[in-house]
């Protein structure tokens, strides 16, 4: 069985930084690529980031450059996402995916963290 594991999440000030991370179980994690997405209260779901298999190849949402930071350990099977600056309309539920190489769609999700910024 398959479980993705999100924590990290929590409430903080605008400016301030989070690390959310992301524990897999069930699931050879070097074949999955991951990413996180987040949604806003009253918002569709919205992408925020992916890393390839190994690492070596991040993507990013424009309005999340040079902010959030993918990364992933394949040895703890872990995928963490860092966010510095935050702002207040980074407020929502954020969660992290899994896609297994070769396919298109997020094959897993988890349930997701809840992340609040005040102004």
């Known amino acids: 069985q398959v479980q993705l594991v999100e924590s990290g999440g929590g409430l903080v000030q605008a400016g301030d930084s989070l690390r959310l991370s992301c524990a897999a179980a069930?699931?050879?994690?070097?074949?999955?690529?991951m990413g996180w997405f987040r949604q806003a209260p009253g918002k569709e779901r919205e992408f925020v980031a992916a890393i390839s298999r190994s690492g070596g190849s991040t993507d990013y949402a424009d309005s999340m450059k040079g902010r959030f930071t993918i990364s992933r350990d394949n040895a703890k099977n872990t995928a963490y996402l860092q966010m510095n600056s935050l702002k207040p309309e980074d407020t929502g539920d954020y969660y992290c995916?899994?896609?297994?190489?070769?396919?298109?769609?997020?094959?897993?999700w988890g349930q997701g963290t809840q992340v609040t910024v005040s102004s």
């Open positions: 069930g699931l050879t994690f070097s074949n999955y690529a």
């Open positions: 995916a899994a896609r297994l190489s070769g396919t298109v769609a997020f094959n897993y």
